[in-house]
RNA sequence: CGGGGUGUGGCGCAGUUGGUAGCGCGCCUGGUUUGGGACCAGGAGGCCCGGGGUUCAAGUCCCCGCUCCCCGACCA
């Protein structure tokens, strides 16, 4: 039994000045965590039992699929991560010590190359395999910014896990037992989620999924369908071919537009000069190009336009996803002198393509459809052209998503409305494939004794980030409210009498026979503190059912308090041993 | 890494033209209280973020760092 005087814990008044979202506020504030340095907190014990819990969660359903525990260290040898590319590739974020020889390790940001090179330590035949291996374990990354509190630390515990199979096939069945487990556990914790499509980035064509709590405070942007179910991380929308545009529209005509070489002067110009007779122009009338630079892994260069309409930005972390592994950047003054034939302010598809006179290669976005007409550049200064038509008048190369995902663009999957969310992701699913295993040479023989190198898949929770994103999604003005499967007691005993009368007498009575009917009791036992202290506490620390032996006790009554639906019921001392322990194990 | 803010007992904050630091909460002692963050009296507790400087004198002014928070860039 837990007796608050005795606990290690001291409630604030007021919140911590530094803490701004609300489980970084109220988890400090109810003594469950303190900062201890940048970006890495002590756990209390409250706190600490929260953890524990949520880790329970994770292991058993881990284990329920099959996956083995074990665990490597946090403190990793340079060499290791030299192997992929990832000592480099990791850049700033890695945190990097030398020990007394003078040579270099790392504390272990994730564990890809070691579970794969474990895996190549002890296995060798396709008799072997699949095998699904997971750790929990502190992990450490150099965040540039840190932020609300648990949510992105420094130091944080995940639970990683890798499957190891011979096939597609079996990676396949590796990746959805994962996934499952995944939604259970999240199911079981009591924590809302959405699972999104995720980019899978330069490992190519493997799928991805995230797994977000759709929270305002997160720092992911998901898109989902108001009709459907679709859902996807904003970068890994797919908006595909639309319709084509089959209006007729008079021949292309230049127009003076001197001093328009942005959107908004182009359309305020055309509004005053060139006034159209059915309504105003607008920026989506407009075919904007945007000059950007991709830059291959091996250092080339290449220039690339991407054509959107006038009154949408462009998503270059969408655009990098489809162009990966080059990354993508703006074009700087210097890459514009080398292409005179691009007027900045004024470029049109005329003189853009790979068999054009610049044979710069030019991309445009699916919402640039087929046979739609556009006020464009004219590809010298002060002039654009009028009705320039897709297909009729200019060609491209090709397509490419490039828009930022908006909310109300069309649903790829049913066609209705998108809705823009933000969520915190506390789980990742990811089929690697062999990046790794070819690397580091992980292979075994197969059936006909020949080497295959074994493909593999990576899944990840935050534990630690679940904890803070369950305090999100469940609490109050006044305090946290857990779900039953992860507080840190199943009920709070408030006494709120003097030491040793009546009701102090029947309050540890109850407490003690909660605890014998196998519950795990809170009991604020503190003398000389008023009810109305103990009250807030209780709320504070948001233990979901809050047991008042007090007044009421004179009519034979005790409180019982919910704390999620705020409800306060009477209940005859005789039964509420029996009530308490029923709500406990119901699970709601 | 860029922009903005910030840093003073455990927590929240004040500190004037530069003159040797204060309030509320919490904590300790005694007493009165006990159903919504009680009251009285008496106490303890400070490298004013750090380092340089200006000055007879610096929490306060100047320079250089750092911290934390927010926005952006980056990031699983």
């Known amino acids: 039994m837990m007796r608050l005087s005795q606990l290690f814990v001291r409630t604030l008044r007021d919140d911590p000045s530094d803490a701004e979202v609300p489980s970084h506020r109220l988890l400090v504030r109810a003594g469950y965590i303190r900062r201890a340095a940048p970006g890495g907190y002590t756990w209390l014990p409250l706190g600490w039992r929260v953890l524990r819990k ?137 924590l809302p989620y959405v699972i999104v499509k995720a980019m899978s980035g330069a490992m190519g064509g493997s799928m991805s999924e995230e797994f977000l709590a759709p929270i305002e405070v997160g720092e992911d942007t998901f898109v989902r369908c108001t009709s459907c179910d679709y859902s996807a991380n904003t970068e890994a929308v797919t908006t595909g071919a639309l319709a084509a545009d089959t209006g007729t529209y008079n021949a292309a005509s230049t127009v003076s537009t001197p001093n328009c070489p942005t959107i908004a002067s182009l359309v305020d110009y055309l509004n005053t000069h060139h006034a159209r007779t059915d309504r105003a122009w607008a920026a989506s009338d407009t075919l904007k190009n945007v000059v950007l630079q991709l830059r291959q892994p091996d250092g080339t260069t290449e220039t690339l336009v991407v054509g959107v309409p006038g009154d949408r930005e462009v998503d270059l972390k969408r655009i990098e996803a489809q162009v990966s592994p080059a990354d993508i950047e703006t074009l700087d003054d210097a890459g514009f002198a080398k292409h005179p034939g691009l007027i900045r302010g004024y470029i049109g598809p005329q003189v853009l393509g790979k068999e054009s006179t610049t044979g710069v290669r030019y991309l445009l976005d699916p ?68 990046k790794y295993a070819d690397k580091l040479g992980l292979t075994v023989l197969d059936q006909n004794g020949k080497q295959v190198v074994v493909t593999m898949g990576s899944y990840g929770i935050g534990v630690s980030r679940a904890v803070a994103s369950i305090a999100e999604a469940f609490h109050d003005d006044i305090g946290l409210k857990w779900p039953r499967a992860i507080s840190p007691a199943d009920v709070h005993v408030v006494v709120t009498g003097k030491k040793d009368d009546d009701i102090s007498v029947a309050a540890e009575k109850l407490a003690a026979e909660l605890e014998a009917q196998g519950l795990e009791v809170l009991i604020d036992d503190r003398v000389g503190v008023s009810p109305g202290v103990k009250f807030k506490d209780a709320e504070l620390m948001g233990i979901p059912t809050i047991l008042v032996v007090g007044k009421s006790l004179a009519e034979g009554n005790v409180e019982v308090r919910d704390r999620h639906a705020g409800t306060n019921e009477a209940i005859p001392v005789n039964n509420a041993v029996a009530h308490v322990t029923a709500l406990a194990r119901s699970g709601s």
């Open 54 to 190: 949520v880790e329970q969660i994770v292991r058993e359903e881990m284990d329920a699929i099959g996956a083995q525990e074990v665990h490597f260290p946090a403190l990793l040898p340079r060499e290791v991560y030299e192997t992929t590319g990832r000592w480099t590739e990791y850049g700033d974020n890695l945190f990097r010590l030398v020990d007394r020889k003078g040579a270099d390790f790392l504390l272990g940001p994730t564990h890809e190359e070691m579970f794969t090179l474990l895996v190549k330590d002890l296995y060798s035949s396709y008799k072997d395999l699949p095998v699904s291996l997971y750790q929990i374990q502190t992990k450490y990354r150099d965040e540039a910014r840190p932020r609300a509190g648990l949510l992105r630390g420094r130091e944080f515990l995940m639970k990683d896990s890798y499957s190891f199979d011979i096939d597609e096939a079996g990676l396949s069945k590796s990746y959805n037992d994962h996934r499952d487990a995944y939604e259970r556990i999240f199911k079981r914790l009591g």
């Open 367 to 434: 919402a640039v459809v087929a046979g739609s007409a556009w006020v464009t550049g004219a590809n010298e200064k002060d002039s654009h052209v009028l009705n320039l038509v897709n297909g009729r008048d200019f060609n491209a190369d090709g397509t490419i998503e490039a828009v930022e995902v908006a909310a109300g663009d069309p649903c790829p999957s049913c066609g209705a409305a998108l809705e823009i969310a933000r969520g915190i992701e506390i789980g990742h699913v990811f089929q690697l494939g062999r």
